[in-house]
């Protein structure tokens, strides 16, 4: 996560907790106001904070200017610590539960002593929730949809973070001296998108003094097998193994038996005490099959005809298009000049600059004088720059379907991202029909973001997403992989239907800042996951491909 947004989560966060205890109005809105302020703030905010001058701006005081200066030198601020040790912690839960405000959750903890979700769900359960003023039977209802969905999340990670944790633990077990490998393993491995369990497998050359130094600094409790040591180590977010083996052999025989998935294991029926090969290659060679990559090693493989059974080939030196980013012209954190370095630096040949449209205004969205306005920008871009850019936008479908430009005010675009940001609880037959009629409008170029879904956070809407992607397929329209790792979007359990279907794909990650842009690899390894081959990447075109793309249903662009 990025400075600023961990910045706004905590200027929230604090506003929320003041609220709650019901301290002076006139701060609460100044902090809630603030994060808003922040939200839409152009240019480096950590310079601002750095020189002092962020409380040059519009609607930031003495007291938020100090809280911000104060998260920028530590990272927390004492005043957000001190008043969260007020908060019971079991409270302090509540706040995640969406749809519950600060104000809501002083009503439960008043009125029926709740004081943890345990107790919130036995409330809703008992009906109790419903008779409160400002509540009723559908908020009671909406309560009890989140509590559900917030504990199954609970003991899963997206796989950024899970990786993220799994590679400082690497790097700490590469300190033991008798460590000779480290590879992580099990559902990191085959990127699934939420992981409830890290998996590393170890090669050490004396398994006793690596237990003796692991001991000074992890807790652990060890479990016995027959081939190799299991080491579950205590203390994580998530449940956390050690596989450990002493010879080369043993260790392709341990990655090859975690990373799994079991029930793709269980398909391919051999007896694991048989296995006796130096590689996973040599593995797969004495079963009788070709190597499958380890994000394909999932029960849906053996459902696949033998096309869509080919390896995936993708990954980022293939990839020759930065297609739908955001820059400091809606809500992104840093200027074209400053992506479009960033993205030639990664390799990138062009890109198509896709800032958030005139519906979107809680993201700054443009209106038609600034999309003049940039395209001017644009074209002074593009006389000096090495790497190509071009306009585009993410236009936000509406609830009848149309995008919200004018028919005549499209063709100042070169590409055409539509994608759902509001009204997500109509029915599925209406969302349907709707993002259906988005794909087959004429400048539609790339449907991002199918389901609208966050991991771990919100269900996407309803939606046939097969119909959708009939839809995609019969009218040329690419469909992304959003590749930011909250979202992962379309699932990849999809993606073996599209194939089918013979849709193109668009990996892209929806990047609002430089360091956005390096998420592109998780998008990449949904991809991969789904056996997508670079030829079906829109992002993976030349120029030249990229630009017959943009002509194959209006003339826009000149070969």
Not at 170 to 175: G, N
Not at 225 to 242: C, N, P, Q, R, S
């Amino acid at each position: 996560m990025s400075f600023k947004k961990d910045l706004i989560n905590a200027i929230e966060l604090f506003a929320d907790l003041m609220d709650f205890k019901g301290e002076n109005r006139f701060k609460i809105n100044a902090f809630k106001n603030g994060a808003n302020i922040v939200r839409r703030l152009e240019g480096n905010i950590e310079e601002l904070i750095h020189l002092g001058k962020i409380q040059e701006v519009k609607g930031i005081g003495k007291g938020l200017s100090s809280f911000m200066a104060e998260f920028y030198q530590k990272g927390t601020v004492e005043d957000l610590e001190n008043i969260q040790k007020e908060i019971p912690n079991g409270l302090m839960e509540i706040f995640n539960i969406r749809g519950l405000g600060a104000r809501k959750i002083k009503v439960l903890y008043d009125e029926l002593g709740i004081e943890n979700i345990s107790y919130l769900e036995n409330a809703c359960s008992t009906n109790k929730i419903a008779d409160l003023k400002g509540f009723g039977e559908k908020s009671q209802e909406k309560i009890l949809e989140e509590i559900n969905r917030f504990k199954k999340a609970s003991g899963y990670l997206r796989l950024n973070r899970a990786e993220n944790i799994a590679d400082k633990l690497v790097e700490e077990l590469t300190k033991i001296k008798v460590c000779e490998k480290t590879i992580i393993s099990g559902q990191i491995r085959r990127a699934l998108e939420i992981i409830n369990k890290i998996e590393i497998v170890i090669l050490v050359s004396d398994i006793k003094k690596f237990l003796s130094e692991l001991s000074k600094t992890f807790k652990y409790s060890k479990l016995s097998d027959a081939k190799y040591d299991i080491v579950h180590l205590k203390g994580f977010e998530i449940e956390t193994l050690l596989y450990i083996g002493e010879t080369e052999k043993n260790l392709s025989e341990i990655l090859f038996l975690t990373t799994g998935s079991d029930k793709f294991l269980e398909k391919l029926e051999f007896d694991p005490k048989e296995i006796n090969c130096k590689s996973e290659e040599e593995i797969f060679k004495n079963l009788g099959i070709n190597f499958i990559i380890p994000e394909m090693r999932e029960e849906q493989y053996f459902e696949l005809n033998s096309k869509m059974k080919d390896n995936s080939d993708l990954d980022l030196s293939k990839f020759k298009g930065f297609l739908h980013f955001h820059t400091t012209q809606s809500d992104g954190v840093n200027t074209l000049s400053e992506m479009a370095a960033k993205a030639e630096s990664m390799g990138f040949e062009y890109l198509a600059v896709c800032d958030h449209s005139k519906s979107a205004f809680y993201a700054n969205g443009l209106k038609e004088n600034r999309i003049l306005l940039q395209k001017k920008e644009i074209e002074q871009f593009n006389s000096s720059s090495k790497i190509k850019a071009f306009h585009g936008i993410e236009s936000d479908i509406l609830i009848d379907g149309n995008l919200d430009y004018d028919s005549d005010f499209m063709n100042n675009f070169d590409f055409v991202v539509a994608s759902i940001h509001s009204r997500f609880d109509i029915s599925e037959e209406d969302m349907t029909k709707r993002i259906i009629i988005a794909v087959e409008n004429k400048f539609t170029d790339l449907l991002a973001h199918p389901t609208g879904r966050l991991l771990l956070s919100r269900d996407g809407y309803k939606v046939n997403i097969k119909k959708v992607i009939d839809a995609c397929s019969a009218n040329n329209v690419a469909i992304e992989i959003n590749a930011n790792p909250h979202r992962l979007d379309l699932d990849w359990r999809n993606i073996y239907y599209a194939r089918e279907k013979g849709c193109m794909f668009s990996i892209n990650p929806d990047a609002h800042s430089t360091e956005g842009i390096e998420e592109i690899e998780y998008g990449i390894k949904i991809g991969r996951k789904g056996g997508i081959q670079s030829s079906e990447v829109i992002n993976c075109f030349d120029l030249n491909e990229f630009k017959l793309l943009l002509n194959r249903k209006v003339k826009r662009i000149n070969l």
